[in-house]
């Protein structure tokens, strides 16, 4: 029962992140050009409705099959994955761009993603197969349950941690190069290079490493899993508003300027 409390708390905290940011997006909805990366935000930012009938029907359809239950954890956890890897290319879509679209960088972080990838779906559909799980029988009480190895959960665990670790140091990086180059506050650097969305991205992924070493034995892992899913969701879908949004005033800017001064060229102002 508490599991259900906590997976509500996580529902209702993205409901809210996403009535306060509605207008926003609404703008960069009806706004932006249709590309590739847009396609990636909606499919990002709105997989968590399917989670959620997922994770209802787990939870509350009675269920007797064993086997039918494991089925529908299998295609949880798989679209959990499938979730948090969308999430995280925005992060590494950003450090691309903040290396000027540099080729090995891009080669690096294709190969790591790939490998990290296809190893958490190995870890994940590993820990399902070895998990204990049970459909209850007891009236009253519908849905399936698992247990998790906690083992397992702390090498998938890891495997993120290090990727955004990767993420993290290629970032700083660039923004020591850029701090020593136009000597400016450090922290406006920072800010500039989105460190903060990267730190906090970061900051549970580490919990979730210390989490399992701490508690080999609790029943909450998955809980822990599904909220660093939702909190990396929100933070990439964030950070991509926000360059957007920063991206479209910095356009009306120029444009004002270019309105505002009638001397200047056509020629001379930026597109």
Excluded at 110 to 139: D, E, H, K, Q, Y
Excluded at 172 to 193: A, M, N, P
Excluded at 195 to 200: D, Q, R
Aim: aromatic residues 16%; hydrophobic residues 50%; positive net charge.
């Amino acid at each position: 029962m508490s599991h259900q409390y906590l997976y509500m708390s996580i529902t209702a905290f993205w409901i809210y992140e996403y009535a306060c940011s509605f207008h926003e997006e609404w703008e960069f909805l009806r706004r932006s050009r249709w590309t590739k990366v847009k396609v990636l935000y909606i499919i990002t930012r709105y997989l968590p409705f399917f989670l959620i009938a997922m994770y209802l029907c787990l939870n509350l359809t009675p269920s007797e099959n064993t086997n039918k239950c494991r089925i529908l954890i299998n295609i949880y956890s798989f679209v959990s994955q499938i979730s948090l890897t969308f999430s995280e290319s925005f992060f590494a879509l950003r450090t691309y761009a903040l290396w000027n679209n540099n080729r090995i960088v891009l080669l690096g972080l294709l190969s790591t993603a790939f490998v990290m990838v296809v190893t958490s779906v190995g870890i994940r559909f590993t820990i399902i197969a070895t998990s204990n799980i049970t459909a209850s029988t007891i009236p009253g009480i519908q849905g399936c349950s698992w247990s998790p190895s906690s083992v397992l959960y702390l090498m998938l665990f890891i495997f993120l941690f290090v990727f955004q670790l990767g993420l993290v140091f290629l970032t700083l990086i660039h923004v020591i190069q850029s701090w020593r180059s136009s000597k400016g506050h450090l922290y406006i650097v920072l800010v500039k290079h989105n460190i903060f969305y990267y730190a906090c991205g970061l900051l549970f992924s580490a919990i979730n490493v210390i989490m399992p070493v701490l508690f080999p034995n609790s029943a909450y892992y998955i809980v822990l899993e599904d909220l660093q899913v939702c909190i990396l969701r929100i933070l990439a879908t964030r950070m991509h508003l926000h360059l957007w949004h920063l991206d479209q005033h910095m356009h009306s800017s120029d444009a004002l300027i270019c309105i505002s001064t009638p001397d200047m060229s056509p020629a001379d102002c930026p597109v």
